[in-house]
């Protein structure tokens, strides 16, 4: 799980940070821009770290043969963040030149490492616990029977457990007769 909460870090902060430096003046589509960032280029990385969140809750209820499938799920998107990064679709934006005023100045807009780094690590990270959870989740425990239900009745336990844990679960042992 915590390989999870990683990848949704990494791709909340690769739609932060920078992916392009824009020098002054710079236009896209026929507007003044400023650096841009990986929210600016591509809608994906953010609904990617929260689906990343969600899967983590979702191994956490889940058991057996819906692990697996949330596993595959989530190595399939792994990949797909990959192939996002890494084919270069993130850096398609149509240069239209300079802005009036700002003359010739030199510079011409440079990728950055860190934006498109932190998406790489992300993708990563999913399919690596998406292979994970895929082999291994079928053995990982999952939420107890505390989390059950309102109504399904437990096994008896050592009596005095049993009043510990009627106070856990916010009953009063000392008014059953």
Request: net charge neutral.
């Amino acid at each position: 799980m915590g390989v999870l909460l990683l990848s949704a870090a990494a791709l909340w902060g690769s739609a932060r940070l920078v992916w392009i430096e824009v020098p002054p003046g710079t236009t896209v589509d026929g507007a003044v821009t400023g650096d841009l960032t990986g929210s600016d280029l591509a809608a994906w990385p953010t609904p990617i770290a929260l689906f990343g969140l969600a899967a983590v809750a979702a191994a956490l209820g889940a058991r057996g043969w819906a692990r697996r499938v949330l596993g595959v799920l989530l190595l399939a998107v792994g990949v797909w963040v990959l192939w996002l990064t890494l084919g270069g679709s993130a850096y398609d934006v149509t240069w239209t030149g300079r802005a009036p005023g700002y003359g010739s100045e030199p510079g011409e807009p440079v990728r950055t490492l860190w934006g498109p780094a932190a998406a790489v690590t992300g993708g990563v990270l999913m399919a690596a616990g998406g292979a994970l959870l895929t082999w291994r989740g079928h053995r990982m425990p999952r939420m107890g029977a505390r989390y059950a239900a309102p109504g399904t009745q437990r096994a008896r336990k050592d009596p005095d457990t049993e009043l510990w844990d009627a106070l856990s679960d916010g009953d009063d042992p000392t008014t059953r007769s």
